[in-house]
């Protein structure tokens, strides 16, 4: 958006160029993305595959599909990039 001010003269310079955001976690403390195997792990579970019912029985197989945030929220983190810190 600043460089972009700039192109419309609004700006004389972009004073944000160069800023970056400070490193909060040490290097060694970050989070790896989720291998191939542990999304098939997450994602063939019984509450997507068919549970027992959406309540207490979402880890045992049966003819139900869970609703709900245990459903919901691997799946939208799954989407939107988002992980655990």
């Not at 400070?22 to 542990?38: I, N, S």
């Not at 880890?59 to 939208?76: D, K, N, S």
Request: with cysteine; proline share 8%.
């Amino acid at each position: 958006m600043m460089n972009w001010a700039v192109s419309e003269e609004y700006l004389g310079r972009n004073p944000a160029r160069g800023l970056q955001l400070a490193e909060t976690v040490h290097p060694q403390d970050r989070r790896q993305p989720f291998e191939v195997w542990q999304l098939q792990r997450i994602f063939n579970a019984p509450i997507y595959t068919g549970c027992k019912d959406a309540q207490n029985g979402y880890a045992v197989p049966g003819p139900v599909i869970a609703t709900g945030a245990r459903y919901w929220v691997p799946l939208i983190s799954l989407f939107t990039g988002m992980r655990l810190t």
